[in-house]
């Protein structure tokens, strides 16, 4: 059973930092797609970046290029968000989720982000609260 659990959120004042970690277990895809989602309340829930194991290159939505730096550990099978310069419009429960790919000709991570491809797991969201 693929299980993955978020940790690392809490309360960070703007313009402050924190950096979210995803721990995985029991995949046996070779390749899949794996990203982070936020849901703020009374909002739609939106990927904020993805990568695929076979492009290993991440999506970023534009809110938050340039602040947010996706990275995996394949070794430890985890994944952190490193996100700077956080404001309020950061705030919300983030959670990360797995999508196991076979034979898949859509290798970028925007695919997964942008909700073309439902995610098959997710785990557990983190809060960050972002004061001002």
């Known amino acids: 059973e693929v299980q993955l659990q978020a940790s690392g959120g809490g309360l960070v004042q703007a313009g402050g930092s924190l950096r979210l970690s995803c721990l995985i277990s029991?995949?046996?895809?070779?390749?899949?797609?794996i990203g982070w989602f936020r849901q703020a309340p009374g909002k739609e829930r939106e990927g904020v970046s993805c990568i695929t194991t076979i492009s290993n290159t991440p999506y970023y939505i534009e809110s938050v290029k340039g602040r947010f730096t996706f990275s995996r550990d394949s070794a430890e099978n985890t994944i952190d968000l490193q996100m700077d310069s956080l404001s309020a419009e950061d705030t919300a429960v983030y959670y990360c989720?797995?999508?196991?790919?076979?034979?898949?000709?859509?290798?970028?991570?925007?695919?997964?982000?942008?909700?073309?491809?439902?995610?098959?797991?997710w785990g557990k969201g983190t809060l960050v609260t972002v004061s001002s």
């Open positions: 029991g995949l046996t895809s070779d390749d899949y797609a």
């Open positions: 989720a797995v999508r196991e790919l076979v034979k898949t000709t859509y290798y970028s991570g925007y695919y997964y982000c942008a909700g073309y491809f439902d995610m098959n797991y």
